[in-house]
């Protein structure tokens, strides 16, 4: 069974950092395009930052500059820094990925707390 298992997130104040991974397990196959979603109480689910295999990002214009998405293709891993925090951060956040069959996976969500 495929699973996208995260680890990271919790409590930080505003301006600290954090630092999100999530390692596909159960599977052969490479993923292709990865990324991270996240979302607040009451709020949608919206992309913070996606990556394609060979390495092009994009990222929520709200998070531009203060976070970087990056990944490990032999592992199957994508990682999230999170550097400048802002209350409005706190979410649950899920990662994503589709494999090479097109097959779409998601993470259990982390939270993640950041206190003014």
């Known amino acids: 069974q495929v699973q996208l ?8 104040q505003a301006g600290g950092s954090l630092s999100l991974s ?14 991270w979603y996240r979302q607040a109480p009451g709020k949608q689910r ?3 930052a996606a990556s394609t295999r060979g390495g092009s990002t994009n990222y929520a ?7 970087t ?3 490990d293709n ?3 891993t994508v990682y999230l820094q999170m550097n400048s925090l802002k209350p ?3 979410a649950v956040y899920y990662c994503n ?19 003014s």
């Not at 999530?22 to 990324?35: E, L, P, V």
């Not at 214009?61 to 976070?67: D, H, I, N, T």
């Not at 990925?97 to 206190?115: A, C, I, K, L």
Request: include cysteine.
């Open 88 to 90: 409005e951060d706190t």
């Open 61 to 67: 214009a709200s998070v531009k500059g203060r976070f």
């Open 5 to 12: 298992v995260e680890s990271g997130g919790g409590l930080v």
């Open 69 to 71: 998405i990056s990944r």
């Open 97 to 115: 990925g589709e494999d090479s069959r097109r097959f779409n996976y998601w993470g259990q969500g982390t939270q993640v707390t950041v206190s």
């Open 46 to 48: 919206e992309l913070v």
């Open 74 to 76: 032999a592992k199957n």
């Open 22 to 35: 999530c390692a596909a397990s159960g599977t052969i196959f490479s993923f292709g395009n990865m990324g």
